[in-house]
């Protein structure tokens, strides 16, 4: 597997349904098994019970290219299940790059592609028969800037994850309803836009947008949630109260957070990883990253002599 | 010292912008008036011609005084229906060509190929498509000599496309890549992110361009002289030959100088203008409503 290159294929994603549908049962990453909808229904309306569960994510000499360009070095690393692991490093070291290639957003660019392997628990997502609508359900992801749909209320916005994958699985108005609630419970902002569902999303302050944001990732219930500098378009409150939510979120996530900002990463990482021009240095316990790197690399990037 | 040449510097340059706004002035005000001075002979001389009948009879191409003068309905009535038959052929493809250039060949040499083909069709003149239209489908088809109202509609559509084509173009680049992104990273495939998040985050810009595109095609006379040729009478149906407005106002202009053939070309005028007017605002109210693209 390693060192065959795979490239973006849009071909795929616009096969007929059926064969869709029955290329979703060979593969193991068919949504109903990695998140069971039945399960989904009979907890609805209930939005504090933690529905799911994360998934460890483990990578295996992982390489990304952007045409010639190599951008990902041969990067192994495990992301504990329900853990939060920052993603440290200075600007163009890779950290996006990193993890847009675990929901495979990365093959989206012309001429991307990676080599290697990402196994969720044990699955490679990279395999063959793998669908990517699947795995971008497991693997949602949170933007730097926040990226409400502009032309949705605020309801439409958490919703539109549903409706634009599902089939059948967007399901019933009821279900519906009730997930954008737990949704929008979950992302912390169910008080404040209760009142105002039909509002545009864009209406709102920055931060209730990057919330927002995170509800609509949730909303899919995925198992793995990617952060690019969540927080960096955010004034301090809001980045404290997306900080507060990345705490809670872990009990039923796990979390990659790409940060510039090093006091975050120690305000919320349990585990930090240092790369630098696209390849890791050091990954360990956020605490001991910080006070004890064994790389003097590690060292100078967090006492501030480069990056 | 210091203070004073402080005082003498901002004096002159004063002046100077005074000077430039006045030039601007001038120069806005010059190709105002030609603009001014058309809308003003058209809505004067046309205003005069417009009664009831001139909307409600078809032309009978009789000078003042042989007999009824009759009005321009079939004209108007066959402009709006080759207009809108363009328009179905034109908008949709003109759409999908942008589409496939922003979403799946951005970049890539052939869609700079396409552009660069778009580009040029743009500055094609209307008449070429006319003679194209007349002799693919008009004489290289028997019967000969087939004028029909749907062969003007394409020549208007191949006119049209280039314009539609590249206005969308412009405005689905606008739309913010970020919204792609966040649709895809959902798990929404390729099609649905652009039916669902593209089209409509695009939608009020894609209007204006495609109604700019009608408002042109409208009043071309070229195409449709080679292609519909000229009949008064009242047809729905676009394989008969069929009226425009554009060739009625050139058919009256040319047959005589009747002083009421001539006013009813005016009145003809006029209406065009007055149908461009209105799709112009109504292109303005869409794009204002406009939540998406700022
Ligand atoms: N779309 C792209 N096309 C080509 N090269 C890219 C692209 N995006 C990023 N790169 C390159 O990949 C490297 C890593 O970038 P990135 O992952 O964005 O770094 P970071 O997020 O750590 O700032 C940089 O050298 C950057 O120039
Ligand atoms: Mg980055």
Same mark, same amino acid.
């Given at each position: ?17 059926? *064969? ?89 660019? %012309? ?9 969720? &628990?044990?699955? &490679? ?14 693997? +949602?992801?949170?933007?730097? !800037? ?20 599902? +089939?059948?699985?967007?399901? !019933? ?41 995170? *509800? ?5 219930? %995925? ?12 004034? %301090? ?12 979120? !872990? ?41 004890? %790197? ?9 006492? +501030?002599?480069?990056? | ?7 003498? $510097? ?17 120069? $806005? ?22 009664? $009831? ?38 908008? /949709? ?82 739309? /913010? ?68 407005? /554009? ?43 406009? /939540?998406?693209?700022?």
């Amino acid at each position: 597997m390693n060192g065959i290159p795979r490239r973006s294929d849009q071909g795929e994603e616009a096969l007929p349904e059926t *064969a869709a549908a029955e290329r979703q049962q060979n593969s193991p990453w068919t949504p109903s098994s990695a998140t069971p909808i039945a399960a989904t229904r009979s907890r609805a309306g209930d939005s504090r019970e933690a529905p799911s569960q994360g998934r460890a994510v483990v990578l295996a000499d992982l390489n990304a290219y952007y045409g010639k360009a190599h951008a990902i070095k041969g990067v192994g690393l495990d992301y504990a299940a329900n853990q939060v692991t920052a993603m440290i490093g200075p600007s163009g070291c890779g950290k996006s790059t990193l993890v847009r290639c675990i929901n495979r957003m990365h093959e989206e660019i %012309p001429g991307a592609y990676t080599t290697g392997s990402i196994m969720l &628990d044990d699955q &490679d997502i990279y395999g063959e028969n793998v669908d990517v609508v699947a795995v971008r359900r497991a693997v +949602g992801m949170v933007f730097q !800037k926040p990226n409400p749909f502009p032309t949705m209320s605020i309801f439409d916005n958490v919703a539109a994850g549903l409706r634009l994958t599902g +089939g059948r699985r967007g399901g !019933k108005r009821e279900n519906i309803k009730d997930r954008v609630e737990r949704s929008l419970r979950g992302a912390g902002l169910w008080e404040e836009v209760k009142d105002r569902l039909s509002e545009p999303g864009i209406g709102l302050s920055g931060g209730q947008q990057q919330r927002l944001c995170i *509800a609509r990732t949730i909303a899919v219930e %995925p198992e793995v949630i990617l952060m690019d500098e969540p927080c960096s378009a955010l004034d %301090p409150i809001a980045t404290l109260k997306v900080e507060e939510l990345i705490d809670e979120l !872990k009990t039923r996530y796990t979390i990659v957070i790409v940060t510039h900002n090093m006091q975050q990463a120690a305000r919320v990482a349990d585990t930090t990883a240092f790369m630098l021009a696209g390849e890791l240095v050091e990954v360990g316990p956020t605490e001991r990253i910080f006070t004890k %790197p064994s790389d003097s690399r590690t060292e100078d990037y967090v006492s +501030g002599k480069f990056g | 010292m210091s203070a004073r040449s402080l005082t003498l $510097t901002s004096a002159r340059r004063r002046r100077t912008d005074v000077v430039a706004r006045w030039v601007l002035a001038v120069a $806005t005000v010059l190709a105002l008036v030609p603009l001014v001075l058309v809308v003003y002979y058209v809505v004067n001389k046309g205003a005069s011609a417009w009664n $009831t009948q001139f909307f409600t009879k078809d032309p009978t191409g009789n000078s003042t005084g042989f007999g009824d003068e009759g009005g321009l309905k079939s004209a108007i009535l066959g402009t709006i229906e080759i207009v809108a038959i363009a328009s179905a052929i034109a908008i /949709p493809i003109g759409i999908a060509v942008a589409l496939w250039l922003t979403e799946y060949h951005r970049g890539g040499w052939l869609g700079n190929v396409v552009r660069y083909f778009i580009d040029v069709m743009t500055g094609v003149p209307a008449i070429v498509f006319g003679i194209f239209v007349y002799l693919l489908l008009v004489i290289g088809q028997p019967p000969a000599s087939a004028y029909a109202g749907w062969k003007g509609a394409i020549a208007l559509a191949l006119l049209m496309l280039p314009i539609v084509a590249r206005s969308a173009e412009v405005v689905l680049l606008l739309v /913010p890549e970020s919204l792609r992104e966040a649709a895809l990273a959902l798990g929404a495939p390729r099609w649905k992110v652009i039916m669902r998040i593209v089209l409509p985050a695009a939608l009020p810009g894609l209007l204006t361009g495609s109604l700019l595109a009608i408002a042109r095609a409208a009043g071309e006379t070229a195409p449709l002289l080679f292609t519909i040729a000229v009949t008064s009478g009242t047809t729905f149906d676009p394989g008969q030959r069929m009226n425009s407005l /554009p060739t009625q106002i050139f058919n009256n202009l040319n047959s005589s100088s009747d002083p009421g053939l001539i006013s009813r070309a005016w009145g003809g005028a006029l209406v065009l203008l007055a149908m461009i007017f209105v799709l112009n605002i109504f292109a303005r109210l869409v794009s204002r409503r406009s /939540p998406a693209i700022r």
